[in-house]
């Protein structure tokens, strides 16, 4: 399967919120472990707020296989209450992060897009890119697809936080 042929995954979730609320808690790093359906993030490393391409956030991470570790996340799409993406490379504590290691940089991408639906309600559609993650990478996602269920529950928890009073 080429890089062409790979589609990103994605799901949805109309959330009751504005889409500033929204995206005040997706650009926290500090926030991120409240959303995380995952259950692999362990905090911020770095407290500062995403305020555009370029920026940088550092994550703590655990995955039974690795044990603990960071993930340093790389901003590359962000375009104010409608869309935040990074790409990961492995960081402090990750095998891949180690001299002589494959990539410390898959060329994986996470992101989110929010979309005004009515006046105070938001179409959220969180995605996982990996069509350019090396293909036995892939092939133990299955092309990203074993990320869905975890997707879903951060978007759960993402109408939790936003909807808070």
Request: hydrophobic share 35%.
């Amino acid at each position: 399967m080429t890089e062409s042929e790979i589609e990103p995954v994605s799901v949805s979730r109309r959330i009751p919120a504005p889409a500033s609320r929204i995206f005040d808690i997706l650009t926290d790093p500090a926030r991120h472990i409240d959303l995380d359906g995952s259950g692999m993030l362990r905090g911020a490393v770095s407290p500062q707020v995403v305020s555009g391409v370029g920026d940088v956030f550092t994550m703590r991470m655990h995955y039974r296989e690795l044990g603990d570790y960071e993930m340093i996340n790389h901003v590359v799409e962000y375009e104010t209450n409608r869309r935040l993406a990074w790409e990961p490379e492995a960081g402090l504590g990750h095998p891949d992060s180690l001299p002589g290691s494959p990539s410390a940089h898959w060329g994986h991408r996470w992101g989110f897009t929010l979309t005004p639906d009515g006046a105070n309600a938001t179409t959220v559609t969180h995605t996982y890119d990996c069509s350019r993650v090396p293909e036995k990478t892939r092939k133990n996602m299955d092309n990203g697809r074993a990320w869905i269920a975890s997707m879903t529950a951060t978007l759960e928890r993402l109408d939790a936080l936003s909807t808070a009073r």
